[in-house]
């Protein structure tokens, strides 16, 4: 099944907000609903492809088939942008100005290779396309003509399984849920859960340097890769061969995180782990931000750690974000802030570091809220996005952002950001709704993922822009780096210039030159486009 055109996931799961929430935005926020809805599909104005014929053929010829070149309105379409509340607000809107002149659809490593090589021949750029969930503008390329997009959907098998050295070779376009079945199948799991699981692919996953919501127990998707396959226009670049060498500078880092402006990954090998015997999440109640941080910190440092720890604030407790299907029905929240902690893993090892955590957490000044909680947030961990286009449906604005930094910088960083946006959305005439939860916790710092929720304004996407750019420097400012997770994108990268400064910047512009050295694949999307 292929996304919504116009926004996140399964159009059978889109829900409508209950009449409790249009009224607490109407009268706290002043959101209005929309005259008329977003446009319908087949009402779009779809330019024909501009592909030129000589590229057209030689791209079938590359790919054995003509039903593998798409260039078909609706396919196209489909492949425009990602999912950013500007790029729905913008094709809501019928602007299609990023459409891809064609869509192409690959079997293996050759004939992404053949297909580089076309692309190179006749100077068409390419986006590698995974799931399609990039909210950072990192399948819109900078404007330069024509371009197309490299949907790796037909590269989605487990290519090899390891159950001695516990490591699993997967190809790029293999979504995260038939990822898991698979190995599942064999009594392993990946353990990589993001809010985007339900579409995401293993590619993407590297791409972007991705972290699943039980990082704390299973690790970042970069952590559990051991090798990557990279197709480039001037070849195959092959990536780890050990769980750890000293031979040199380890070239997968320069893999991951790099959003297809080096090369398309192929196939990917990550550690896996069994399958856990024992799920079981729960809910926790700090009086304050504060003193729930200091208790996510002190079991982040000194154990023991739990699979999953994340953290509301004030506000997104009292909204009942925490646990998105749970808004709008009339519960109660207490006031202060919730925590969630999940165990993954053998009876035994679950219940020794669900007994310890537990002292620790009430040593902090913990409250235990019992298992209901943690079943909520369990079962509604997806639902966000679904709750991001109820509330454009509604007349709302509503977006993310997410960040990341040391222990100390973090209670500075929270108030910076959270400033910035309220006081420029304010003064826009729209003050908002600012909420934020940590998300994944390490050893020496945490991140921070702050949601948005405020009226339009008369041009929304400027007028995010204007708010999301105050975001941006506020984050540098305070020590924060750019991007968490979400990765860099278009949105990120003038920022990303700034945080990786003109040295680093110029190295990774010779790799570019080196893999790339027409500039073809992503460009603008990581580095500024030359």
Wanted: proline share 7%; net charge negative; hydrophobic share 40%.
């Amino acid at each position: 099944m292929d996304m919504l055109w116009s926004g996140w996931g399964d159009p059978a799961r889109a829900t409508p907000l209950p009449e409790t929430v249009i009224g607490l935005l109407r009268d706290l926020l002043g959101v209005t609903p929309r005259e008329a809805g977003p446009v319908a599909l087949e009402d779009l104005d779809v330019p024909e492809s501009p592909l030129a014929p000589a590229a057209h053929r030689a791209l079938i010829a590359a790919l054995g088939d003509e039903a593998h070149v798409r260039t078909d309105p609706e396919a196209r379409v489909r492949h425009t942008r990602g999912k950013s509340t500007p790029d729905l607000l913008r094709i809501r809107e019928g602007d299609i100005a990023d459409v891809p002149a064609a869509v192409l659809l690959p079997a293996g490593h050759d004939e992404v290779l053949a297909v580089l090589r076309v692309c190179a021949e006749h100077g068409l750029p390419l986006v590698p396309f995974g799931g399609g969930t990039s909210v950072v503008g990192g399948l819109a390329p900078a404007r330069r003509g024509a371009f197309v997009a490299l949907d790796l959907r037909r590269m989605d098998g487990l290519l090899d399984l390891d159950p001695v050295s516990r490591t699993a070779t997967l190809q790029p376009g293999l979504r995260a849920p038939r990822a898991e079945a698979l190995l599942a199948e064999h009594g392993f799991t990946l353990g990589h859960f993001p809010q985007s699981y339900e579409w995401a692919t293993i590619g993407g996953f590297a791409a972007t340097r991705s972290s699943g919501q039980a990082s704390a127990g299973y690790g970042r998707f970069d952590e559990m890769v051991l090798s990557l396959t990279l197709a480039t226009p001037e070849g195959t670049l092959d990536t780890g061969r050990a769980p750890r060498s000293a031979a040199g500078p380890d070239l997968r880092q320069l893999v991951l995180g790099s959003e297809g402006a080096f090369g398309v990954i192929t196939s990917v090998t990550v550690r896996v782990r069994p399958v856990p015997r024992t799920r079981v999440y729960e809910g926790w109640h700090f009086p304050s931000f504060g003193e729930g941080t200091a208790a996510l910190r002190r079991l982040a440092q000194d154990g023991p750690r739990p699979t999953v720890l994340r953290l509301s604030d004030e506000t997104e407790t009292l909204i009942g974000l925490a646990q998105p299907d749970a808004i709008g029905s009339g519960a109660a929240q207490p006031a202060g802030c919730t925590a969630i902690a999940g165990y993954e893993g053998t009876d035994e090892d679950t219940a020794y570091r669900r007994e310890r955590a537990t002292a620790v957490l009430r040593a902090c000044g913990g409250t235990l809220l019992g298992e209901e909680p943690g079943r909520r947030w369990a079962d509604g961990r997806y639902s966000a996005p679904y709750l991001r286009d109820a509330l454009l449906d509604a007349g709302a604005f509503a977006e993310t952002l997410e960040t990341a930094a040391f222990w100390s910088r973090v209670p500075g960083l929270y108030a910076a950001v959270r400033d910035a946006l309220t006081a420029t959305l304010t003064e826009a005439g729209t003050p908002p709704l600012v909420m934020c939860h940590i998300s994944h916790v390490y050893e020496n710092g945490a991140s921070l993922y702050f949601t948005v929720v405020s009226a339009r304004g008369e041009d929304p996407v400027a007028h995010w822009t204007r708010a999301k750019h105050a975001a941006n420097g506020a984050i540098l400012a305070s020590g924060g780096t750019i991007s968490h997770h979400h990765g860099v994108g278009t949105d990120h990268r003038d920022w990303y210039v700034r945080e990786a400064g003109p040295l680093g910047i110029d190295a990774l512009r010779a790799v570019k030159r080196r893999l790339d050295p027409a500039g073809l694949l992503s460009p603008g999307v990581l580095l500024p486009a030359d």
